[in-house]
């Protein structure tokens, strides 16, 4: 394997093909459809023009690859501008012009290719997440997505807090996290979305259930794919800082830089994060213990021991648009992050002195070309090796109340935990991984229209653990655990009926291998024996699929998908993952759905000037062995410090979305909603053999109704000429949910509806832009994971400068 992917960047790295143009044709006309004839269509900076015709028909031949400005000017319009990264042959831009206002790039919509409306009208059911208003704003990735339509980011606390994410119904590694195609999980703990702002992401694709070829793998709940922003028309340095309540400061800077002449790139980004996350709690799980044994509910206080710290930096360094390659980078990642751990899974009993420490040394290499040596040929292959360490350390001995004292006992003598720790036993945990995953694409045009490719993703996990307190094994390792995985997809993609039908069918091949090796040490007359005891497993299975979608007017879309997907266990869900409170379990199997989705997309219609668009999707999913963390029915006062992933052997999810857009000069309004059952359908218990009393039960600790409003209104020459005010208002919604099976109000996370305002002021220099957010505006009690009480009100300062030319 290691030979074959060595071979592939040799040819890669030594292949040169000759120089490339593109042709561009297309359509200019109003937004009403009315054609624009005689309008001059023009390269800047080159004698490449065009003059529409009485049908606004335009055509441009030999534009160089690159970066590329189309002029647009007419006697019916002002002049236009539209950038363009030329990257592929052929482009079919239909430019709609709105002759009112002042000039702007936003009022060009290239509709025909546009990346949101294409990736958004082929099958799948899809959002596409546009991060230009939100980089202007103190919002993290994770707040963007939780106000997506049938997301929900489910966060177990304050910044630095463990994160899931749940897309109608199927959640945690159901659901893939990429960053440009490949996973999250390889750069390690230490670096997560929200160590990306907004303002380094071009868009970010969120895919329910189905997915295309490029994120082919053993998912089947969907994935989240974080597009990264390319090399610009012009270089640019942007940088920002924010500070807000419970001393949460955050930073982020970045900078891409492109030679015109050589192509030669750089893109480098560097974030930190830190917070002491002492908010106030007072909810039901929050208690007080006193020395007597008496229990005191809704316990107000503040969380004393969960502050969080991160840093991380990305480099890259690389070229786009030349003659052999689109784009080839060679990149390094680092971060580290130091958290501390307030509590289990649930809010039952406080810790003191529980922290994690986590950091990462990644090595990547990208590599794109279309038309590698043949027209149609297109190759795509993204590496990535990371040296990864977790260390865990929990030696305190003392029970702690919520007051951030040591429990007493009557006699007024601290109180001592069960086991001489926060969690069970006293532990120096270190975990080491190096992780490998590389994913390549290989594409080819048959005809035009249609497409045959093939995906494979390999991945695999070398891990040991070893408990520093207790060194036994070989070279005093507790375990050493192998992971590995590879997934092969054939793809076939076509487009026929005049471009209206694009059905994409696909067929996977998935491949697994886990190994564990464990060492227990004891003591017979006086000398050490280790006893070494070794476990295999090896996991074939395969899936197919298909997403079709349907033009029956351009502003009328009917989508539809269905597939037999497998999710193989990762190795935090088969080996244990300490710093998330979760034990090992290595007997569990992987999961197999089949998925049905059908949908459709209205608009945008225009009113005069009102303009409106609808979608809306409903989903199937019929589960064997879901994975999913294990909610103990034999519960204490809502105590759970530990949980295991364990497979239910049926399930399903049912349900429905929608989202409404809405627009009229400067006011932006959107509405979305997702509703889903999601169901025990094992109906006999293993043990027992007898009917379950769980049998056609809501599945517990999932959200499962939700809805989510945001509106936007901007005023142009506020306070200065040439200046911008922004107005955020967004509010959200979640229904009362289960934590555990069994019927208790104890164990019901109440109704929750959060508020936030923000407003954003971009000077008239247009680099320096200011925010304030007032986040959950009225304090309302909000909670997640297993009734964990969530931030309250929190008000967040940003100031952001760029410059775009240099």
């Not at 997560?192 to 709940?221: Q, W």
């Not at 050589?262 to 930190?272: D, K, L, M, Q």
């Not at 908010?279 to 206080?301: A, D, L």
């Not at 997809?489 to 005049?498: G, I, L, R």
Request: charged share 20%; hydrophobic share 35%; glycine share 8%.
């Amino acid at each position: 394997m290691k030979f074959f992917y060595s071979t592939w960047v040799f040819l890669l790295c030594s292949f040169a093909c000759f120089g490339q143009t593109a042709s561009i044709k297309g359509i200019v006309h109003l937004l009403d459809g009315t054609p624009v004839k005689q309008a001059t269509v023009r390269i800047n900076g080159t004698d490449i023009a065009s003059v529409s015709n009485e049908k606004g028909e335009y055509l441009l031949k030999e534009v160089p690859y690159g970066s590329q400005v189309i002029s647009v000017t007419s006697v019916e319009i002002q002049s236009k501008n539209l950038p363009l990264f030329v990257d592929k042959s052929k482009y079919d831009l239909h430019i709609h012009i709105d002759p009112r206002g002042d000039v702007s790039l936003d009022e060009i919509r290239v509709t025909g290719n546009s990346v949101k409306r294409e990736i958004e009208t082929k099958g799948f059911a899809v959002n596409v997440i546009e991060t230009k208003e939100a980089a202007l704003r103190n919002i993290q990735t994770n707040e963007l997505l939780d106000r997506t339509v049938g997301v929900r980011v489910r966060q177990s606390g304050g910044l630095g807090s463990e994160v899931q994410y749940n897309l109608n119904g199927m959640t945690g590694r159901s659901v893939g996290i990429f960053i440009d195609g490949i996973e999250i999980s390889t750069y390690g703990s230490s670096f997560n979305l929200n160590n990306i702002p907004p303002a380094m992401i071009e868009r970010i694709e969120v895919y329910k259930g189905v997915l295309p070829a490029h994120l082919s793998g053993d998912l089947l709940g969907g994935a989240i794919n974080i597009v990264l922003k390319k090399a610009e028309l012009t270089n640019n340095l942007s940088a920002a800082i924010s500070y807000g309540s419970f001393n949460t400061l955050q930073s982020d800077i970045s900078a891409i830089y492109r030679d015109a002449k050589s192509g030669f790139t750089t893109r480098v980004a560097g974030t930190y994060m830190s917070s002491d996350n002492d908010y106030e709690i007072w909810g039901k799980f929050s208690k007080f213990i006193e020395p007597n044994g008496v229990m005191r509910r809704n316990y107000r206080t503040k969380r004393f021991f969960d502050g969080y710290r991160s840093i991380s930096g990305r480099f890259e360094f690389g070229f786009t648009g030349v003659k052999w390659a689109d784009s080839f980078f060679l990149g390094y990642n680092i971060s580290d992050s130091y958290n501390e751990i307030q509590h289990g899974q649930t809010m039952g009993t406080p810790y003191m002195g529980r922290t994690s420490e986590a950091n990462a040394n990644v090595l990547s290499l990208s590599y794109n070309k279309r038309n590698l040596g043949l027209e149609g040929l297109n190759l795509a292959v993204n590496g990535v090796y990371s040296f990864r360490n977790t260390y865990i350390q929990d030696t305190i001995p003392w029970a702690y109340n919520w007051d951030g004292n040591i429990r007493l006992d009557l006699n007024g003598n601290p109180i001592r935990t069960a086991e001489g720790a926060q969690q069970t036993l006293p532990s120096m945990t270190d975990i080491d991984r190096k992780v490998a995953n590389i994913r390549s694409n290989l594409s080819y045009d048959i005809v035009s229209g249609h497409r045959l490719s093939v995906n494979h993703v390999f991945y695999s996990v070398d891990r040991s653990d070893q408990n520093l307190l207790t060194q036994v094994g070989k070279n005093g390792l507790n375990s050493k655990n192998d992971f590995s995985k590879n997934v092969v997809s054939f793809n076939y993609e076509a487009q026929t009926f005049n471009n209206r039908l694009t059905t994409n069918l696909f067929y996977k091949l998935y491949q697994q291998s886990i190994g564990k090796t464990s060492f227990t040490g004891s003591v017979n007359n006086g000398q050490v024996q280790i006893t070494e005891q070794k476990e295999k497993n090896h996991r074939t299975n395969t899936g197919y699929g298909l997403a079709v979608s349907y033009k029956v007017k351009p502003n009328i879309v009917l989508l539809t998908s269905a597939e037999r997907a497998v999710r193989m266990p990762d190795d935090g869900e088969t080996f244990g993952s300490p710093e998330e409170n979760v034990l090992a379990n290595t007997n569990i199997s992987p999961e197999i759905s089949d998925n049905y989705n059908l949908g459709f997309r209205l608009g945008t219609f225009d009113l005069d000037g009102h303009k409106f668009s609808f979608g809306a999707n409903s989903f199937w999913r019929n589960i064997k062995d879901r994975i999913m963390p294990f909610a103990n029915e034999l519960l204490n006062s809502q105590e759970i410090e530990l949980t295991q992933y364990v497979n239910l052997s049926s399930a399903q999810s049912l349900g429905f979305e929608g989202e409404l857009m809405y627009t009229y000069k400067d006011l932006a309004v959107n509405f979305n909603f997702s509703k889903f059952n999601s169901k025990n359908k094992q109906r006999y218990s293993p043990k027992t053999g007898l009917e379950s009393d769980n049998y056609n039960k809501q599945i517990p600790n999932e959200p499962f109704y939700t809805m989510n409003g945001n509106v936007h209104y901007r005023l142009k020459n506020a306070i200065q000429k040439s200046s911008e005010l922004n107005l955020f208002y967004t509010i959200g919604y979640v229904a009362p949910f289960s934590t555990v099976w069994f019927d208790s109000d104890w164990f019901i996370t109440p109704t929750q509806v959060a508020q936030n305002f923000g407003v954003s002021y971009t000077f008239p220099n247009r680099k320096l832009i200011a925010s304030v957010d007032v986040k959950n505006l009225f304090n309302a009690e909000l909670y997640d994971n297993f009734g964990v009480q969530k931030p309250g009100r929190g008000f967040y300062l940003k100031l952001n400068y760029s410059i775009n030319k240099f």
